[in-house]
């Protein structure tokens, strides 16, 4: 069910962001973090553009934003109960599906997003899962990396 979910996730993405030719691969920042166990699914990581950042439209940049602006509530925030978590994992889907409504990029730049894009999304997936305040950390501990690399791979 896990995993079907997961799969529904991602064909919206890829629907979404009106590229419509399949992609094959699924990328992580990490490779060591990769979900090997679907089929047909390549691990590939996220790289540099030739040695420079991936361009992304205005939009992107600013969902970015408020994904990290999400985290950064969070993590000022004094709450950190189940139910804190659980607040903050809808405001990140909120911010997700902003980011993919609003996609209009094409070609190899986002492509790249999509490396940095679907590991984020299988972790908010996890952390909506998560059923104890440890393992509600432990998923927003691994979606703060990604979040915090954007900037490392995109202007």
Request: charged content about 20%; aromatic content about 6%; overall charge positive.
């Amino acid at each position: 069910m896990k995993k079907a979910f997961l799969l529904l996730i991602l064909t919206g993405i890829l629907l979404a962001c009106n590229n419509h030719k399949p992609i094959e691969t699924n990328t992580v920042s990490n490779p060591s973090e990769a979900d090997d166990d679907r089929p047909g699914m390549k691990t590939e990581p996220l790289v540099l553009n030739n040695g420079a950042k991936w361009n992304v439209d205005a939009n992107t940049n600013n969902n970015a934003n408020n994904i990290k602006a999400v985290l950064g509530k969070f993590n000022k925030g004094a709450d950190k109960s189940l139910s804190a978590y659980k607040e903050t994992c809808a405001d990140l889907q909120k911010a997700i599906n902003k980011m993919i409504v609003e996609c209009k990029m094409k070609g190899p730049d986002h492509e790249a997003l999509h490396k940095w894009l679907e590991p984020l999304i299988t972790q908010i997936a996890q952390l909506k899962q998560a059923s104890t305040v440890p393992d509600a950390a432990g998923s927003l501990k691994n979606i703060q990396a990604p979040v915090n690399i954007y900037s490392q791979y995109f202007q």
